[in-house]
T-cell receptor, first 115, second 116 residues
């Protein structure tokens, strides 16, 4: 079955500390990988995506994720978090088929940045 | 502001009520989606419309009835819901190129539905 797994449901971290949010995918779902962020009382917003090419992708607000095919992972990292990074983070994967495809989301990781 | 607007933001309804959720986008997108977000569960895709045609119905109970009158508007009609249907219902849109799973999804803020 196609699946995207996020092993940590909650991650507390102190402000200015580094953080890694883990994501693993089943090989059947991986062609495209995404990280979406959901701030309180808002919808999801695309943070970054891997489509092809360089395995390291970056967002404009300091997050980066690395596509690792051998480990079937797409972990999200930030070297120094801010209070404003407190949010729910969703990993997602998609695969193009002959019919219109859908993106499969993981269960989400709640990042809490502690002052 | 993502360009996708959902109304109402909050909705409380009884099990015998009939209500509708509305989604509107002015991004020029051709694909629109309904997702269900329950606590601690992955987002569940409910319906996909591409160029106003329903291309995905993810085994959703018939008490949920979608309607897409044009590429900019999407409705979710609700009737005789159950308490377990309480959740955040998210609308999303994308450019809508057939067969492309690499499209960025633009989400609305959702409607928080409580079924009593």
């Amino acid at each position: 079955a196609q699946s995207v797994t996020q092993l940590d449901s909650q991650v507390p971290v102190f402000e200015e500390a580094p953080v890694e949010l883990r994501c693993n995918y089943s090989s059947s779902v991986s062609v495209y990988l995404f990280w979406y962020v959901q701030y309180p009382n808002q919808g999801l917003q695309l943070l970054l995506k891997y489509l092809s090419g360089s395995t390291l992708v970056e967002s404009i607000n300091g997050f980066e994720a690395e596509f690792n095919k051998s480990q079937t992972s797409f972990h999200l990292r930030k070297p120094s978090v801010h209070i404003s990074d407190t949010a729910e983070y969703f990993c997602a994967g998609g695969r193009t088929k002959t019919s219109y495809d859908k993106v499969i989301f993981g269960p989400g990781t709640s990042l809490s940045v502690i002052p | 502001e993502t360009g996708v607007t959902q109304t109402p933001r909050h909705l409380v309804m009884g099990m015998t009520n009939k209500k509708s959720l509305k989604c509107e986008q002015h991004l020029g997108h051709n694909a629109m989606y309904w997702y269900k977000q329950s606590a601690k569960k992955p987002l569940e895709l409910m319906f996909v419309y591409n160029f106003k045609e329903q291309t995905e119905n993810n085994s959703v109970p018939s008490r949920f009835s979608p309607e897409c009158p044009n590429s900019s508007h999407l409705f979710l009609h609700l009737h005789t819901l159950q308490p377990e249907d309480s959740a955040l219902y998210l609308c999303a849109s994308s450019q809508g190129r057939f067969g492309k799973a690499n499209e960025k999804l633009f989400f609305g803020s959702g409607t928080q539905l409580s079924v009593l």
